[in-house]
């Protein structure tokens, strides 16, 4: 089994945020504390709930995706293209740095950087740890064949934690208590949603819309989904992963 750790600290990047203020407070309402935000090299900000780190960047590239940052990076690339993992020619245009991005079968979008790790605005994720809207469950993705997705993300240090044919084919991988992924060979969603799990979820989602936060069913009554002001959908599931 590969042994390969793709980074030391991981966020979930947007890109072309459009509405960079509107996804901050509407971020905030969900537990998140705003880091830092700045305007160079372009508009971001940087967000954290205490398990995981949001930031979004208004840099005109649509994406999506997970960053890894290590101080080591340039060398854990060379280990990724040993392991014939792809890079995609893109300009980040923000310095004069190793900085890669990879696509996996299904366009799931990641990027690599390498940086000098900062503990203040770059903690480190811990999906274990319980938040304002519970426990962080899964980064879902949408993909087109689950197989495919399953042996790419391995490639990158990602474990299996269970595989499932109902109601589709789908599966959730983690990489140690940085990072889990859930992988869905299905057509009913199409873009990447964070997802949250408590068994309380139904007193937190009338919270939510209490404070203006716009919901809709997924699934039954009980399940909901958000969207912040860019698009970005978070879900927002009844379930206890609590000790999981």
Known sequence: ???????????????????????????????FKLLGRDTKPYPWANLFDGAIRVVFNQDKLDYCGLTYFAEDMSKRGETLQQLKIEFL??????GDFYQKAIAGPSKEMLSIIETKINDETMPKTNINQEV?????????LP????????????????????????????????????MVVGLHETSEFDQPAITYFDKEMSTKIKN?????????????????????????????????????
């Open 1 to 31: 089994m590969n042994n390969f750790h793709l980074g030391d600290v991981v966020q979930i990047s947007f890109g072309n945020t459009n509405d960079i203020d509107g996804d901050i407070n509407f971020f905030q309402k969900l537990g």
């Open 89 to 94: 020619d893109i300009d980040f245009n923000i």
């Open 132 to 140: 304002a809207m519970g426990h962080m469950g899964e980064f879902a």
């Open 143 to 178: 993909v087109k064949n689950l197989d495919e997705s399953i042996a790419f993300w391995e490639k990158l240090g990602y474990k299996v934690q269970g595989k499932y044919t109902s109601p589709y084919n789908w599966a959730i991988l983690k990489d140690r208590n940085f």
């Open 208 to 244: 939510l819309e209490a404070l203006g936060v716009k919901t809709k069913s997924f699934g039954g009554e009980e399940n909901k989904i958000a969207i912040s002001p860019s698009g970005y959908r978070v879900n927002l599931f009844t379930g206890d992963l609590k000790g999981k």
